[in-house]
C-alpha cells in the first residue's frame, strides 16, 4: 500500500504524471520521527525503449544520504539517473516521489530537482562552444565562447557557489575559456555549478574521469563537505576504488537488476560484490589484420615519428606549451603523464593535425616538417587515436559497426556505411574487446563504457603505424580495462606500431611501455625510461 505522504507517482506503464495534492501543513510522515525523509521509493520497476535496461528494482533514496551506485559496464547505472529524472519511460512497477524536510517536492520537476553531471552535459557544454570539435584549436575560433564564470552563472555570486568554487580550486579557471580546458577542469567546473544550484539531489555519473590525483582527492573532500551540509548525492561509477570515502550506501547493479543494496560496508562485504568488481584473468582477443592495409614506409627502426622542436603555444595572454623538446622514435611506447592543465592535450593537437600552430613551430610527422607539403589526411592515415573529445564526432543515431568503420577512411564522424572487408574487422574488432553483442546496436544506446571501447576498436582496426590513446580507460570497468591492457600489450609485442599512451592512472599504463614524459605547467620536467619517468611521477 502506497504511503499517504507521496506526492505522486508514475507507474504501471508508460503513464503521465498524475496531479500533484499539496500535503496538508503539519502532517508528519511517519518515518521522519526515526528517519531522514524518503524522496524516492522504486518498486519492482521496470524500464526502457524497446529492449528492458532495468527490471524488477526496488530501492530506496533518504534525505542526507550518499550512494554508489556501482556495477560493471551496462548494469544499469546510467538508465537508473534517466529513469529518476523522467527521461527514460517506466514500464513496470512504481517510481514514488517525495519532499524534503523544506518542503520541496520532487515530483513538481524531477529533472530540476535531481542535477546530474555526467559526459553528456559536457557534451552539450562544448557544442555549444562554437563547433568545439572542429576548431578547438584555431585562433579566434571562439570569441564568443563561454568562460568558467560563464558557465557558472548566477550561481557564482551565490555564497555557496563561492564556497564550492573554492572547495575544488577553481578561482584561476573562471577567466578562462571552456574550450582551453582540460577534460578534467571542465567536469570540476559542471560539478560546482550544479552543487551551487542547490539540488534537492546530485547526482554525479563517473565524476572521477579525467583527474588527476590531486583533482580526484579534491573532489572526495568536496563530496565530505556537501553531505556534511545535508546535500543528498548519488555518485554512479564502475570503478571500486572510485566510490568515495564519504558514501553511506552502496548500490550494486548488474544488467538491469539489483544485486546487493545497502550500508556502504556491508556491500562491499557481500560476495557478489567482488565478484563483479574485481576481474579474473582477461580473456583472449586477437586484432584482425586490417582489410586494405595502408602500405608502411620501409624506413628503419628508430627513424622519428614525431619531432617537437622548441614548441611554444598560447592563446593571447595564456600559455599552454613552453619550450618542448621531445622525439618519439618509430617501435617507441611512451606513456605521456601530467596534472590537469599541464598540457597534455595541446601537444597532441600537435601530433594529430588538429593545430594550425603546429606551422609556426617545429613540428615534424613521419620525417617531414609541417608546412612542407604533406596534408592532413596523408598524415591521419598512419594514425589511429581515441580521446575523452572522440564522443563529440558520433550522434546516438550512428550504428555501431559504422562508428568503428569510420577510423579506415580517417573521417570526423560517420561519412559512408564500410564496404563488407572492413565490417569483417570491425566484428572481428568488437568480439576481441568482447562486445559481440554490440555490433548491431547504437552508439547512443550503449553505456559510457560500452562507448569507450567502441571507439578504441576504432583506432586500433586499422593497425596504425602510431596509436595516441588519450586516457583511453575512462568509463571502462575493472573487467574491460584489463581486458583492453592485456589486447594492446599483445598487439604491442607482434608490431613496430608506435604508441603515445595519456593517462592520470598508473596502474593502466600497458606493460609494453618503453618511455615517459611528464608535463607541468606547458613545460617537460622529466623524461626517460619508463620505469624512471613512472617512478619519479608516483613520487610526485
Known amino acids: 500500500m502506497a504511503d499517504p505522504g507521496w506526492d505522486a507517482s508514475y507507474r504501471e506503464g508508460n503513464l503521465p504524471w498524475t496531479e500533484l495534492r499539496p500535503r496538508p501543513r503539519g502532517v508528519v510522515r511517519r518515518e521522519a520521527e526515526t528517519r531522514l525523509p524518503l524522496l524516492i521509493s522504486l518498486e519492482g520497476l521496470g524500464a526502457g525503449r524497446g529492449r528492458p535496461v532495468l527490471d524488477g528494482v526496488d530501492w530506496q533514496l533518504r534525505e542526507g544520504e550518499l550512494w554508489a551506485v556501482v556495477g560493471p559496464n551496462g548494469a544499469g547505472k546510467s538508465s537508473l539517473l534517466r529513469v529518476l529524472r523522467g527521461q527514460l519511460p517506466v514500464t513496470a512497477g512504481a517510481l514514488r516521489y517525495g519532499s524534503d524536510e523544506r518542503g520541496r517536492a520532487i515530483s513538481l520537476d524531477p529533472h530540476g530537482q535531481i542535477l546530474s553531471v555526467s559526459f553528456a552535459a559536457q557534451v552539450g557544454l562544448l557544442h555549444g562552444a562554437a563547433g568545439y570539435a572542429q576548431s578547438r584549436w584555431h585562433a579566434g575560433h571562439d570569441g564568443a565562447a563561454a568562460n568558467g564564470s560563464d558557465v557558472l552563472g548566477a550561481a557564482w555570486s551565490a555564497p555557496a557557489g563561492r564556497r564550492i568554487v573554492r572547495a575544488l580550486g577553481l578561482e ?65 561509477t564502475s570503478r571500486e ?40 584473468v582477461p580473456s583472449a582477443g586477437h586484432v584482425p589484420e586490417p582489410a586494405s592495409p595502408h602500405p608502411r614506409s620501409p624506413a628503419p627502426e628508430r627513424t622519428p615519428v ?5 614548441v611554444d603555444l598560447g592563446y593571447g595572454p595564456t600559455r599552454i606549451l613552453r619550450e618542448v623538446d621531445w622525439t618519439v622514435r618509430r617501435g617507441e611506447r611512451w606513456a605521456l603523464l601530467g596534472p590537469n592543465g599541464a598540457g597534455k592535450s ?9 593545430n594550425p600552430q603546429a606551422y609556426a613551430n617545429d613540428v615534424s610527422l613521419f620525417g617531414r616538417r609541417r608546412g612542407s607539403g604533406d596534408t592532413i589526411w596523408e598524415i591521419r592515415r598512419r594514425i589511429g587515436s581515441v580521446s575523452p573529445e572522440t564522443h563529440l564526432y558520433y550522434g546516438r543515431h550512428h550504428r555501431v559497426l559504422d562508428v568503428i568503420g569510420s577510423g579506415f577512411d580517417n573521417s570526423v564522424g560517420v561519412r559512408r556505411r564500410p564496404p563488407e572487408p572492413e565490417l569483417r574487422v570491425a566484428e572481428a574488432c568488437l568480439a576481441a574487446l568482447g562486445l559481440e553483442p554490440c555490433h548491431e546496436r547504437r552508439f547512443g544506446d550503449l ?40 589486447l594492446l600489450d599483445r598487439e604491442l609485442r607482434t608490431s613496430d606500431t608506435t604508441l603515445i599512451y595519456v593517462t ?7 606493460l609494453a611501455v618503453t618511455h615517459g614524459l611528464v608535463l607541468r605547467d606547458g613545460s617537460s620536467t622529466v623524461e626517460g625510461s619508463a620505469e624512471e619517468v613512472l617512478r619519479a611521477y608516483a613520487d610526485g
Do not use: W, Y
Open 172 to 236: 584561476h579557471l573562471l577567466d578562462r575559456r571552456v574550450t582551453e580546458l582540460s577534460n578534467g577542469e571542465r567536469r570540476k567546473l559542471l560539478l560546482a555549478k550544479a552543487a551551487a544550484s542547490g539540488p534537492t539531489v546530485l547526482a554525479l555519473d563517473n565524476p572521477f574521469n579525467g583527474l588527476d590525483r590531486e583533482s580526484r582527492g579534491t573532489v572526495s573532500d568536496a563530496l565530505e563537505r556537501l553531505r556534511q551540509e545535508g546535500v543528498t548525492l548519488l555518485v554512479l
Open 241 to 280: 576504488d572510485e566510490i568515495p570515502d564519504a558514501a553511506t550506501h552502496v548500490l550494486l547493479l548488474d544488467r538491469g537488476r539489483v544485486v546487493a543494496s545497502g550500508p556502504r560496508d556491508a556491500v562491499l562485504a557481500d560476495p557478489r560484490f567482488a565478484r563483479l568488481m574485481r576481474p579474473g
Open 306 to 310: 614525431v619531432e617537437l622542436r622548441g
Open 346 to 354: 595541446a601537444l597532441l593537437s600537435l601530433i594529430l593535425t588538429d
Open 447 to 486: 553505456s559510457e563504457g560500452e562507448r569507450q571501447m567502441v571507439l578504441i576498436a576504432r583506432a586500433l582496426a586499422k593497425r596504425p603505424e602510431l596509436l595516441v590513446l588519450d586516457e583511453p580507460c575512462q568509463g571502462l570497468d575493472a573487467h574491460r580495462r584489463d581486458r583492453f591492457r592485456d
Open 504 to 510: 592520470h592512472d598508473l596502474d593502466e599504463v600497458p
